[in-house]
């Protein structure tokens, strides 16, 4: 039921953001993702697998403002709970668009958490960077690592590893 509502106001945020960058004339990026997420700390480790979208506008030539959502399905005594990233972030890329296929880029990310395990809310700081990497006009694929620090009801540290299929538009 949680994911549900989650998905529908993610749907929607991302929706209104990508509409009225259209509208405005503005450029931006949408992509959905997957890869997996290595917890760590207290004298262990867990992965656990990751999907997730997100949708942004360009704030300058080099600069992506987005919106993004993850999800991350996590097991425990036989039962399944996820775990919800809702956030956003700026993405800085290295080259020009038009300069070469592959373009480097580091980000800096923040939102807020949610678990289906108990409802317990929280928040997630994370940097990292990687590649978009063009396979047409305005498509490509788009590898990308993190570190993310999660807080409130406990903490942890994270190690997120994703593939992405990204489309741009109005460029």
């Given at each position: 039921?949680?994911?549900?509502?989650?998905?529908?106001?993610?749907?929607?945020?991302?929706?209104?953001?990508?509409?009225?960058?259209?509208?405005?004339?503005?450029?931006?990026?949408?992509?959905?993702?997957?890869?997996?997420?290595?917890?760590?700390?207290?004298?262990?480790?867990?992965?656990?697998?990751?999907?997730?979208?997100?949708?942004?506008?360009?704030?300058?030539?080099?600069?992506?403002?987005?919106?993004?959502?993850?999800?991350?399905?996590?097991?425990?005594?036989?039962?399944?709970?996820?775990?919800?990233?809702?956030g956003g972030g700026i993405d800085y890329s290295f080259k020009d668009r038009g300069?070469?296929?592959?373009?480097?880029?580091?980000l800096v990310a923040a939102g807020g958490t949610h678990s289906s395990f108990g409802?317990?809310?929280?928040?997630?700081?994370?940097?990292?960077?990687?590649?978009?990497?063009?396979?047409?006009?305005?498509?490509?694929?788009?590898?990308?690592?993190?570190?993310?620090?999660?807080?409130?009801?406990?903490?942890?540290?994270?190690?997120?590893?994703?593939?992405?299929v990204f489309f741009q538009f109005g460029q």
């Amino acid at each position: 039921m949680y994911f549900s509502r989650t998905f529908r106001a993610l749907a929607f945020l991302v929706g209104t953001l990508l509409y009225t960058g259209v509208a405005f004339g503005a450029s931006g990026e949408v992509s959905a993702f997957g890869g997996g997420t290595t917890f760590t700390g207290g004298g262990g480790s867990a992965t656990h697998g990751l999907f997730g979208g997100s949708g942004g506008i360009m704030a300058h030539e080099r600069t992506l403002l987005f919106g993004e959502y993850s999800a991350i399905p996590i097991s425990v005594l036989s039962k399944s709970y996820f775990l919800s990233n809702f956030g956003g972030g700026i993405d800085y890329s290295f080259k020009d668009r038009g300069a070469s296929k592959v373009v480097p880029y580091a980000l800096v990310a923040a939102g807020g958490t949610h678990s289906s395990f108990g409802g317990a809310s929280g928040y997630y700081f994370g940097v990292g960077g990687g590649a978009r990497m063009y396979a047409g006009k305005n498509w490509g694929v788009k590898p990308e690592v993190r570190y993310q620090r999660y807080g409130g009801n406990g903490s942890a540290n994270a190690f997120t590893y994703t593939v992405g299929v990204f489309f741009q538009f109005g460029q």
